[in-house]
């Protein structure tokens, strides 16, 4: 064999090596690739959102007690919106 064509064994084996990449250096890669994603998330995400919607009310239960039958009661409940954003009411159901 000429000088050119000889190869050792640690010559093939380092060439093989070189083209795989480390299980380190995918490790960087993938915590790179995080780190640009959280700073993406971070710098370009708008600050100041409205608050989501939030329902306050004055009670949630009230008992009339004993009425007499047929007799008409009512009372008031204070819904009030604390959150940020348009609070809308969908489905009211009685007890």
């Not at 064999?1 to 000889?6: D, G, I, L, R, V």
């Not at 093989?16 to 995918?26: E, G, M, N, V, Y």
């Not at 009670?59 to 009661?73: A, C, L, M, Y």
């Not at 009512?74 to 609070?87: E, K, M, P, Q, Y």
């Amino acid at each position: 064999m000429s000088k050119t064509h000889e190869h050792t064994k640690n010559d093939v084996i380092g060439k093989k090596q070189a083209r795989k990449p480390s299980l380190t250096a995918w490790i960087c890669l993938g915590l790179t690739f995080a780190v640009v994603v959280a700073i993406d998330l971070i710098f370009l995400l708008p600050h100041g959102q409205a608050e989501p919607p939030r329902i306050s009310l004055s009670e949630t239960f009230w008992d009339f007690g004993r009425t007499p039958q047929h007799s008409r009661v009512s009372h008031t409940f204070w819904i009030r919106n604390v959150g940020g954003d348009t609070l809308r009411i969908i489905r009211v159901k009685s007890g």
